[in-house]
């Protein structure tokens, strides 16, 4: 077959298979009721435009020859921004910015059910506690209105409204709304899995919410975007709940406020220097004359390493992103907000091989003016992602003030351990039973721990400390032990008398 003859007919396979979704989607939505159809509909059609994009799509999204430094002056360092100190009026700039917290997700991966921000990373304080405290203190210090918006997922939004009640006499408006439902397809035949609307028994996993790229569309469909443009708010701070380091920054808004060449941005990323242990994160590069975010997922294979290497990609996203909301609202109504597809595969508890399409919200730069890269400190990005992570944010490297959290002054260098927390470990409530009390830390680099281990009370680890306990022993690490630069194996059992 010549090649015109081929591309004619994968052109045909094409159509007829955007035929076929767009059938099922059809028969889906007559399943809707009434009072849900109008906003299954927009889903539904969201996914449609998704999955016609990706039909389109062939091969890596990037072409790497094209791929080039950001220039200089693109991104800046953070010291330059703070140096410019802060304006006599910091209410006039706070009360122009809305918070946004990414909160879709849930907390299975550390083993608890419903969502990751309900759960309990400091004192008895949720994820969500401290981001209510840290916007309260914001509010009443400078006699402010900034509101908390939660972009919940059809996964977290009953569970997290039921909580927000305990705030109503803070001093934080909050407002929730939710981000899209998509249907997963097949794998094989790329039809969507779900036969009618509901996401219960059968049907639960059919459905996932397509990605944080999702929030301009939902942003804008909810009404809250309109909203706040009339109340005269000018920006958002958008960050994941999981990132305790993600405050609202005082020198960032002024320089977004009153930009220095008097020419405002319409999307600033925040970034921060690359250890060994953020090589896949995604980058800020120049791409076709724009600031582009290249993700690992995006990179052609053979260049992978050259990605992943920290000398020639110094830094990556942090997903913390101020974002205007003029700009948002201009380009959402030209439909020009463009993010590259994630195609994420899924094996669901049946065995049935599906795939979900994703996009990333810090992906859209591209799509604004004047965007602009800040090379933060890495104190603003401090994700809990595991057991490891809540074992550095709940102990004494860092204190709590306000619903933020700070690098203790007593540490004497300003870098964070590396904590390797064993299988045993990984659920939360496992987790908190194998420490008695939480560990001194202050003069720690590197933990390892392996096996059936556990902690008594005010244990201190300094240096590099490495404990395994082989499969069948057990390890408990008595009250009061001091290990500095210390591997630990074997079987030491301590028995109540």
């Known amino acids: 077959m010549s090649q015109d003859g081929a591309s004619q007919f994968q052109e045909v396979i094409r159509q007829e298979l955007e035929l076929s979704v767009k059938k099922e989607l059809e028969k889906i939505l007559t399943t809707a009721p009434s009072h849900e159809f109008e906003h299954t509909k ?26 080039q ?43 608890c059910k419903g969502p990751k921000s309900l759960i309990g990373v400091r004192n008895e304080n ?36 039921k909580i927000l009640q305990k705030y109503n006499h803070c001093r934080v408006k909050i407002y929730t709304f939710n981000q899209s439902r998509y249907p997963r397809i097949n794998k094989e035949s790329l039809l969507p899995v779900a036969k009618d609307v509901s996401y219960s028994g059968e049907n639960t996993e059919a459905w996932y919410p397509p990605g944080h790229g999702d929030i301009y569309a939902s942003f804008y469909n909810s009404g809250l975007l309109d909203t706040f443009i009339g109340e005269g708010k000018e920006y958002i701070f958008v960050s994941n709940i999981d990132n ?50 290249v993700e690992i997922a995006q990179v052609p294979k053979a260049h992978v390493d050259e990605f992943k290497s920290v000398s020639k990609f110094k830094i990556f996203n942090t997903n913390n992103l101020w974002i205007s909301l003029a700009a948002v609202k201009r380009l959402q109504e030209q439909n020009a907000i463009d993010m590259e597809i ?30 602009l890269g800040i090379n933060v400190p890495r104190s603003r990005f401090l994700p809990v992602k595991t057991t490891s992570d ?12 306000a619903g933020s959290l700070t690098m203790s002054e007593k540490r004497e260098f300003p ?38 281990v556990t902690f008594g009370k005010n244990v201190s680890l300094k240096g590099t400390v490495i404990i395994i306990a082989n499969h069948g022993d057990r390890i408990d690490i008595p009250p009061g032990a001091v290990l500095e630069n210390k591997i630990v194996s074997g079987n030491l059992r301590i028995l109540d008398h």
Request: aromatic content about 6%; proline content about 5%; overall charge neutral.
């Open 390 to 401: 809540l074992l550095l944010v709940m102990s004494n490297l860092y204190s709590l003030n």
């Open 244 to 293: 305790l380091g993600a405050t609202v920054d005082l020198y960032i808004l002024n320089h977004l406020m009153n930009p220095p060449n008097g020419k405002r941005c319409e999307f600033v990323m925040e970034v921060t220097n690359k250890t060994r242990a953020d090589v896949k994160g995604g980058t800020l590069t120049q791409y076709e004359g724009k600031l582009r975010l």
């Open 342 to 371: 994630i195609v994420n595969p899924k094996t669901l508890d049946g065995g049935l091989n599906v795939i979900q399409l994703e996009t990333a919200v810090g992906a859209a730069i591209k799509s604004f003016e004047n965007s």
């Open 126 to 161: 949720t994820f969500l506690d401290l981001t209510v405290q840290q916007i309260e203190h914001l509010n009443k210090t400078y006699n402010t209105d900034v509101p908390l918006v939660l972009m919940n997922s059809f996964n977290t939004d009953e569970d997290t409204k």
């Open 42 to 67: 927009k889903d539904l059609d969201g996914f449609r435009k998704l999955f016609h994009r990706f039909l389109q799509e062939k091969g890596p999204s990037v072409d790497w020859g094209k791929i």
């Open 69 to 111: 430094r950001p220039p200089e002056d693109s991104i800046q360092p953070y010291e330059k921004i703070k140096a410019r100190g802060l304006p006599e009026n910091v209410s006039s700039v706070l009360n122009k910015l809305v918070v946004v917290k990414l909160n879709g997700g849930l907390g299975t991966s550390m083993g």
């Open 415 to 452: 870098t964070v351990p590396l904590v390797k927390l064993g299988s045993s470990f990984t659920k939360v409530q496992d987790y908190l039973r194998r420490f008695e009390s939480i560990p001194d830390m202050l003069e720690l680099d590197h933990l390892t721990v392996s096996g059936d």
